[in-house]
Structures are given as C-alpha cells and as structure tokens.
C-alpha cells in the first residue's frame, strides 16, 4: 500500500520546538530481557531515493511514533549512522530503484499500549522538513513479547514522501535473531502496522 505525503519547511526555531517535545531513542542491547510492564517494537525503516531532493543535501530523516493515550513521543532515526546501518545501497549514487536502499531493524522498548506514527521529519543544518499531511500508521505493543510490526520504507523524491508499509518478517525476524540469539520464536508475535488515515 502506497501513501503520498506532502513536504512542508520550517526554520531553527521550530526544529528545536517539536524535537523537545519527543525522547530520542536506541535500540536495546543484546542483554536486554523481556518484563511484564513494556514490549520490544520491532520494525524495519528503509530509505530509497532520498538524493532526489538534491544531491549531498545531508538530510537526516526520522519517525515520530506516540502513545495515543497519554500523547507521549518518541523519535526514531530512520537511517542510521555508520555501524547503525544494517542495510547499505548497492551503489553510492543515489537509485529511483526501491529495491535498492539503505536503512535499520529498529528494536526498542516500548511500554505496553496502543501507538501511531504520526510524523516524518528530515533535519539539515538549519532547515528542517515535515510531513504536511496527518497520519496515523497504528499498532499495539503487547508486553513481555517481541512485537513484530513491519517494514516501513519511504521513497523520497522532491517536496513528497511516498510510503508504504509491508510483512517483513522473514528477513527482518531472522536477521533481529542474529542480532539477539537469546531470543526465540516463542517469544515473537505479529502486530502489523495499520494505515489508518492520511488528509
């Protein structure tokens, strides 16, 4: 399923108002053990295409996700940086091919509830660009549980974002192993993001 979304640039002094209102965060270590007061999100975040808003613009992108009833934010880089990266375009140049991307496996701790992603930001020098249109790409946490919710990958072309999310599980689930053996298929469940809306 493909979305569009619209672009929109702001100045330094919204950049520093919204980021201050959202937590940026990690993923969890390799130690990490599940409890019965949150659950780890799982989620994969690619990028194609995104030079298309101008080569070298040293844009760095990421997701916005809340809790829908206490209004909570959390950040997410999209991309990654250095050994961040899980996924690395097979050429340097910048491809309109979708299938050739560069991105992260996301596996943070949440605690349990019911989400959305509600905005996708782009950071550069003194210019910042956000998703005009509203959205809300739900999903729901379940605790002591690895909560598998999808691959959502963005292409990015001038002043729009097209998205779509996908079922993932079979790379996304075997490379999280790799990364935490510890971890089993008893403890994974499937809560798929859901496109709620977009205006």
């Known amino acids: 399923m493909f979305k569009l ?19 940026s965060v990690k993923n969890v270590p390799a130690s990490y053990k599940l409890n019965d007061k949150a659950g780890l999100a799982v989620v994969s975040l690619t990028v194609s295409d995104e030079c298309a808003q101008g080569k070298g613009h040293g844009y760095a992108y990421f997701t916005e996700i809340r809790e829908i009833n206490t209004r909570k934010a959390y950040s997410i880089a999209m991309q990654g940086f250095g050994s961040e990266r899980d ?24 605690p349990a509830g019911a989400y959305e992603i509600y905005q996708i930001e782009g950071i550069a020098e003194h210019r910042k ?5 509203k959205i809300s790409v739900t999903f729901m946490i379940e605790p002591e ?3 598998y919710i999808g691959n ?31 971890f089993n298929e008893q403890d994974f469940v499937t809560n798929l993001l859901n496109v709620e809306k977009i205006d």
């Open 5 to 23: 979304i619209k672009l929109t640039f702001s100045g330094a002094l919204a950049v520093v108002f919204i980021a201050a209102c959202s937590y």
């Open 87 to 110: 996924w690395e375009r097979e050429e340097k140049d910048c491809s309109t091919d979708r299938g050739n991307y560069y991105g992260r496996l996301v596996a943070i701790e949440l």
């Open 129 to 133: 660009t956000y998703s005009k249109n």
């Open 145 to 147: 549980n690895i909560n």
């Open 152 to 182: 959502m990958h963005y292409h990015i072309s001038k002043k729009k974002i097209i998205y779509d999310v996908e079922n993932m599980s079979d790379r996304d689930m075997d490379y999280f192993y790799k990364k935490y053996p510890k």
